[in-house]
């Protein structure tokens, strides 16, 4: 019951027609078998063709297409299925098509271009939704060499060059460069981008070069010992390009700057806001020797129990009570808790940790730390002065 393959021998084609010769089921989803079938089911990392069957004027939606080990192609149909014995008018979604198209040159494209300039081969490619990646079996791919990799495959779609799918006798496959061994002992079809890049695949290609339009490498990321390149290509590179200019005037627009200046306006602001932070912090530090002497106004041992506004201030705070010789219980409320800190001046006997420990059972919270210092959070509105007292009668 194997499906007559019309997306392998033009890819072209956008409409066909066929007969309903089963109903079935894929994953449990119903779905119909036609005889011959235009249709693009998913594999080898492509997406499967989506579009409609057409009979007697009713379109059915066809939103997925799969293939079994049978060779037979499962067109799943949203609502009623046509009926077996059915003459259908298969329409598929042509923009779909040639982005599928358009990605799958290109990985194929870019692929060959990574061995020559990064010696970086493919273990496994996938043209997903949104994201296309791209395996290789290097740890690490340098910039440098990602950007001549694309390059080179942006040359080649600019010369142009003749795309061939065919299945060559065993005699031509044994003799032809393949980039990757076939993953099928018989019937194996080959896509050959000019004289560039020979591999064997079943997928939809473009019939030249340039129908790739662009590449672009967005990115990559070290994965399991390998590197994952992330890429675009076609109609999907010009989308992707388009949003990003359109972020960048409007970040410009901002700037009240030309999208070139764009750099050395962030650097600017950069800086500000470093300096800013350094100003921030040493005022909190003053801030901090003000309320603590405030709190602690002759040195000497003891304790301060103190609820503060700001966070920020309590590792300043303790520092200067420390340093006065008083031990430092501290809070700071927010709306996801009490943050707590605490410290001990030298000479003291307080364990931090172990009052940490029983402010937290005690009230439902979290921390921890050494006798010297501990810090941790409490739920939101606990009382800290009460929390402080009720941990200090659990003591041992």
Not at 66 to 76: E, N, T
Not at 84 to 105: E, F, P, Q
Not at 319 to 324: G, I, K, M
Request: aromatic fraction near 4%; charge should be negative; glycine fraction near 10%.
């Amino acid at each position: 019951m194997a499906t007559v393959r019309l997306d392998q021998q033009e890819p072209q084609a956008r409409e066909f027609t066929a007969t309903v010769i089963a109903h079935a089921a894929y994953a449990s989803k119903p779905a119909v078998v036609l005889d011959r079938s235009a249709f693009y089911p998913e594999a080898g990392g492509q997406l499967g063709d989506r579009g409609a069957l057409t009979v007697d004027g009713v379109a059915h939606p066809v939103v997925d297409v799969q293939i079994d080990d049978a060779g037979a192609v499962h067109h799943l149909v949203d609502g009623a299925l046509p009926p077996v014995g059915a003459a259908v008018a298969g329409a598929i979604d042509r923009a779909r098509r040639l982005v599928h198209m358009a990605l799958h040159t290109g990985q194929h494209l870019l692929s060959r271009a990574l061995i020559e300039a990064a010696g970086a081969p493919t273990v496994s490619a996938r043209l997903g939704e949104r994201d296309c990646t791209i395996d290789v079996t290097r740890d690490a791919v340098p910039e440098r060499e990602l950007a001549a990799a694309e390059a080179l495959a942006n040359a080649v779609i600019d010369d142009d060059v003749a795309i061939r799918a065919w299945w060559p006798t065993p005699e031509e496959l044994a003799a032809l460069p393949l980039r990757r061994e076939p993953k099928v002992e018989r019937e194996v079809r080959v896509i050959a981008i000019g004289d560039f890049d020979v591999s064997p695949c079943g997928g939809t290609h473009c019939t030249r070069s340039a129908q790739i339009g662009s590449m672009r490498i967005l990115g990559s990321e070290r994965y399991k010992g390998m590197t994952r390149i992330y890429f675009a290509a076609g109609a999907r590179a010009r989308g992707l390009l388009a949003e990003h200019s359109a972020t960048l005037t409007a970040v410009a627009r901002d700037f009240t700057c030309g999208a070139a200046d764009v750099p050395a306006q962030i650097d600017k602001l950069r800086r500000a806001l470093t300096d800013a932070r350094g100003e921030l912090t040493a005022m909190r530090e003053r801030l901090a020797v003000a309320m603590a002497a405030s709190l602690a106004p002759a040195p000497g041992p003891g304790e301060v129990v103190a609820t503060v506004d700001d966070a920020a201030l309590l590792r300043p705070l303790a520092a200067a009570l420390t340093a006065a010789g008083r031990d430092a219980l501290l809070a700071a409320a927010g709306a996801d808790g009490v943050q707590v800190l605490l410290a001990r001046a030298d000479g003291s006997t307080l364990d931090c940790g172990a009052l940490l420990k029983r402010l937290a059972s005690a009230t439902g919270g979290r921390g921890g730390g050494k006798p010297t210092h501990a810090e941790g959070r409490l739920p939101a509105g606990t009382d800290w002065p009460a929390a402080i007292a009720l941990a200090r009668d659990a003591a041992p």
